[in-house]
């Protein structure tokens, strides 16, 4: 497969909409199934938690092979928690002690992390946390933050990559009182319903290829939703929320509807927004989350699309690779609740203002982070070394630069959430300028000022990590190391071995 003939091929979709979705390019036989039938939408199964007597909530997750129909009629075999393929959605309350028992039943070493999570470096479960074949680990922490929506997925150096594609994803909800307050649609799997979107490609026999494409990894073309193919959903009411992750490896998606309906973002990265915000689409990278609230006629078919994007991103027009930006495809079919469901009220102006928060400036430390191909300040991930020493009792200020001309980047940030302060070049951020993020889309020349709050949990001895979610620019070294400590303290960084050593930090 070249990427040229991909490109070209998705230039011939654009306008088509077939109900196809996203087919593969002219040199692969297209993905089976799609002939127009469609399946119901899978939700994953929401995880019933326990709390024990001293109040702490335990889940239990198993990283395991299996497999999965991703394609109708086609066994593809995947990897998944408690189950071939994703996992789970885990929920927790701001305020609970949670503590994940996790084994390993892989052949190979895994880590798990919980993105958008503030929690002590130990329990992070980046490419410090291994867990050996065969192996356990158990972090636990208490939620500090506001509601959200954030997600968990391996982490292991150089192999985030290939094990989220294989299937190693799965959502977090965060609640609080201001989210279980505020009248949004809020019925697990009914009117508020989790889009885990990935995408894949196949081999003739229906696995997973798992060929890299020098400039793109493992970007796939065939959407996933929910861990299959062709999706519908029948939606019982005529408000529906969408809690929408691109767990995608490399792919962006500008997401909207097929009637180019307008709907409203009510959540980003790291919470509900202050007010609703209207929108016509909303661009995601890997590892974004938004919260969407559309609404929905009686008897009616909708289809949620990403569509191309005006500008691609301020890439090239004629780059060789676009990352998505100029593909069409559908990835959802919504078929509108029945006559006697009844009309939503209005939707609330007032979500949650604590998130109109500024981050302070005053006093800040500020930094600059240049992102060029696979480096970042000129420097390639190594996990002996620490980048960054953040002084737990002052803010901070990152500045990120993306020098690359043809390539967007994704920056994350590990153990905090910011503000996106100054957006140069930007081209298509209006969301990722409101609200509070964890991951934040920098285009080709551009970049972005972050006012970054961070939990503070001073531990001189293990590493939180900041990197591109572009995850074959991750595992290709696009990531750093930073510890928070106590004013005066230097990093002391101490190696940690699968469920052995870390309980020393607990
Ligand atoms: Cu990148």
Not at 5 to 24: D, E, I, P, T, Y
Not at 227 to 256: C, Q
């Amino acid at each position: 497969m070249t990427v040229i003939s991909r490109r070209v091929f998705f230039r011939g979709m654009v306008g088509v909409f077939a109900a196809s979705a996203l087919a593969a390019c002219s040199t692969q036989t297209p993905p089976r199934g799609y002939d127009g039938d469609t399946r119901p939408l899978p939700v994953p199964e929401l995880y019933e938690s326990t709390l024990d007597d001293a109040g702490t909530r335990h889940f239990t997750l198993k990283a395991q092979p299996g497999s999965a129909e991703i394609l109708p009629d086609v066994r593809t075999e995947t990897w998944g928690f408690n189950g071939g393929f994703l996992g789970p959605t885990l929920r927790a309350h701001r305020g609970d002690h949670v503590r994940v028992d996790i084994a390993n039943e892989l052949d190979t070493m895994t880590t798990v992390h919980w993105h958008g999570m503030k929690l002590p470096a130990w329990a992070d479960g980046g490419p410090h946390s291994p867990i050996e074949p065969g192996g356990a680990w158990s972090p636990e922490w208490e939620i500090i933050q506001p509601a959200a929506t954030l997600w968990y997925h391996p982490h292991p150096h150089g192999e985030t990559g290939l094990h989220c594609y294989r299937g190693l994803a799965g959502m977090i909800i965060l609640d609080d009182e201001v989210s279980e307050s505020v009248a949004l649609p809020s019925e697990y799997g009914v009117d508020d319903v989790p889009l885990v979107i990935l995408d894949a490609k196949f081999t003739g026999d229906g696995q997973l290829d798992e060929s890299i494409d020098p400039d793109l990894g493992l970007i796939g073309d065939t959407p996933v939703v929910n861990g299959i193919t062709n999706a519908h959903f029948d939606a019982a009411t005529r408000r529906v929320r969408f809690r929408v992750l691109d767990g995608a490896t490399m792919r962006f998606y500008n997401l909207a509807f097929s009637d180019h309906r307008p709907f409203h973002v009510v959540g980003t990265d790291q919470g509900l927004l202050e007010t609703p915000v209207q929108v016509e689409y909303v661009l995601m990278g890997p590892g974004e989350r938004v919260e969407i609230v559309v609404d929905l006629e009686p008897g009616e078919d909708v289809r949620l699309q990403s569509q191309p994007l005006d500008g691609n991103f301020g890439l090239p027009e004629d780059n060789p690779v676009d990352f998505g930006f100029q593909d069409a495809f559908d990835l959802l079919t919504i078929h509108g609740p029945s006559d006697d469901a009844p009309a939503p009220g209005p939707l609330p102006q007032e979500l949650d203002p604590a998130a109109a928060a500024v981050p302070e400036r005053a006093n800040a430390v500020e930094r600059e982070f240049v992102l060029n191909t696979f480096q970042i300040n000129g420097r390639s991930m190594d996990m002996s070394r620490v980048d960054v020493t953040v002084d737990r009792d002052r803010p901070e200020i990152w500045r990120v630069t993306n020098e690359n001309a043809d390539w967007p980047h994704n920056f994350h940030i590990h153990d905090c959430r910011f503000k996106v302060l100054e957006f140069d070049n930007n081209h298509v951020a209006q969301v990722a300028t409101y609200g509070w993020k964890d991951t934040v889309a920098i285009p080709p020349r551009g970049a972005v000022t972050l006012g970054v709050e961070f939990g503070w949990y001073p531990d001189p001895s293990v590493p939180y990590m900041f990197h591109c979610h572009m995850l074959f620019h991750e595992d290709s070294g696009m990531m750093g190391q930073f510890v928070i400590v106590e004013q005066g303290q230097e990093a002391d960084l101490k190696p940690m071995s699968g469920g052995g050593s870390i309980h020393d930090h607990a």
